[in-house]
């Protein structure tokens, strides 16, 4: 569903991403795993079009992303779940939530009320603070209206970077059992994680990275026992 090739990616004349390759299967949960620095981050902003890759192919459903804009990815099907969540801080949960239609083309009102019941359904937490302000939220809360902006977007994979990032234990099996639920859903998703263990349990496949490239890839039960994770991620 969505590919990368041999991607070569930096900031400036800085390379950071060298040669990556890596795929998610339609319907999967991939890990992408990884010390602090090595480039999983800046993966995803290659993959979402913020940077441009300097080589490699990029595809998503047999079609090249390259050279596309952010919101052009996402009216594909691609979301992304930003690092430290970045919600709308001073605008409201319904507001937040709305902004999540905006790569929709053609969106109806019809429709906004459908997304809207849909992401009630799975986040009823949301519901109760439709017209809090996004600042007012916990953390998981906010993490959580995240995740719902991109499933307004109607989006088909989501990539999600370090979404447990500083969330209570209680918050991060929260989260674990969103992503469960995303993937019953038909939701494919890419999963950047510290917390190694708890995306291990709950993705299939997973890929370790170093310093911009990829070093180890498996099923997620291999990652769990090999000592290259151990090794490569110091846990
Ligand atoms: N906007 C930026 N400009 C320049 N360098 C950056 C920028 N963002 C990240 N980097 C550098 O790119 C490298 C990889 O960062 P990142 O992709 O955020 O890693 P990770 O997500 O694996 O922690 C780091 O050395 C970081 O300092
Ligand atoms: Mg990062």
Known sequence: MLRLHEVHAGYGATPILFGVSLEVREGEAVA????????????????????????????????????????????????????????????????????????????????RRERL?????????????????????????????????????????????????????AMVRHIREMITELKRLGVTVLLVEQNARMALSVCDRGYIMEKGTIVFEGPAADLRESAITREKLGV
Do not use: C, Y
């Open 32 to 111: 992408l795993l990884g010390k602090n620095g090595m480039g999983k981050t800046t993966l995803m902003k290659t993959a979402m079009g913020f940077l441009r890759p300097w080589r490699g192919t990029i595809e998503f459903d047999g079609h090249s992303l390259i050279g596309l804009r952010p919101h052009e990815i996402a009216r594909r099907g691609v979301g992304l779940v930003p690092e430290n969540r970045r919600i709308f801080p001073g605008l409201t949960v319904r507001e937040n939530l709305e902004l999540g239609l905006s790569p929709v083309r053609g969106r109806s009102s019809a429709l």
């Open 117 to 169: 019941s849909n992401v009630f359904d799975h986040f009823p937490r949301l519901r109760e603070r439709l017209d809090q302000p996004g600042k007012t939220l916990s953390g998981g809360e906010q993490q959580m209206l995240a995740i719902a902006r991109v499933m307004m977007a109607g989006a088909r994979i989501i990539l999600m970077d370090e979404p447990t990032q500083g969330l209570a234990p």
